[in-house]
């Protein structure tokens, strides 16, 4: 059984930087994971954020950035604004299925 | 307008059936691969499957939770991919969405379903 794993909860200051990473449990997420990300807020669909480690849709504001870090994927979130407290989940490639990790609920405050 | 609707929610007892849609428009459906993925109210989010284009031969794949149980299809004149759910059991109760998968050099995720909630309760 493969896990993904995130930092269940993260708190950040409006203006502020904050990394969330995402963990796989087969070892190092590398860009053959192909990362994405996706922000969700309470009784809405998941947006889109991310897609393979780095790349950003055309919807995603600037502030949001994919990496590998660590061994990790990261989505990094610099000039954090009050309306990015939402869930975050990253999703991995496993050869044929997709897993998702349990998600990160970033506060602002 | 890009969009993908979900459809055939509802509730059902244990052990029943229930067949989801996911009927887009906007873009090509034929040449994109669609997922399915869940969520329990207050948990996150679960990927179903898949199923991908004729060019991949159609080549489907399921989570481990609903393997056997759950079949995913497509009719690419309909513009509607399918989720159809067999022994139902309770923990099967969440909201159900669909999602595209732009394959290539780069796999992108991008547009969403607003999601149909499937209750499984005797």
């Known amino acids: 059984q493969t896990v993904v794993t995130q930092e269940p909860s993260l708190t950040v200051s409006p203006g502020g930087t904050v990394t969330l990473t995402c963990a796989s449990s087969?070892?190092?997420?590398?860009?053959?994971?192909?990362p994405n990300w996706f922000q969700q807020k309470p009784g809405q669909a998941p947006r889109a954020l991310i897609y393979?480690?780095?790349n950003k849709h055309s919807w995603t504001p600037a502030r949001f950035s994919g990496s590998l870090l660590g061994g990790k994927a990261a989505l990094t979130l610099s000039g954090v604004q009050p309306e990015d407290e939402a869930e975050y989940y990253c999703?991995?490639?496993?050869?044929?299925?997709?897993?998702f990790g349990g998600g990160t609920k970033l506060t602002v405050l | 307008e890009v969009q993908l609707v979900e459809s055939g929610g509802g509730l059902v007892q244990p052990g029943g059936s229930l067949k989801l849609s996911c009927t887009a428009s906007?873009?090509?459906?034929?040449?994109?691969?669609m997922h399915w993925v869940r969520q329990a109210s207050g948990k996150g989010l679960e990927w179903v499957g898949h199923?991908?284009?004729?060019?991949?031969?159609?080549?489907?794949a399921h989570a481990a939770s609903v393997k056997g149980r759950f079949t995913i299809a497509r009719d690419d004149s309909k513009n509607t991919a399918y989720l159809q759910m067999d022994s139902l059991k309770t923990e099967d109760t969440a909201v159900y969405y669909c999602?595209?998968?732009?394959?290539?050099?780069?796999?992108?995720?991008?547009?969403w379903g607003q999601g149909t909630m499937v209750t499984v309760s005797p």
């Open positions: 199923i991908r284009t004729k060019a991949n031969r159609y080549a489907s």
């Open positions: 087969t070892g190092a997420v590398t860009s053959g994971y192909y």
């Open positions: 999703l991995l490639y496993y050869g044929g299925a997709w897993v």
């Open positions: 393979t480690t780095s």
């Open positions: 999602t595209r998968l732009i394959e290539g050099s780069s796999d992108a995720f991008d547009i």
């Open positions: 906007g873009f090509t459906f034929s040449g994109s691969s």
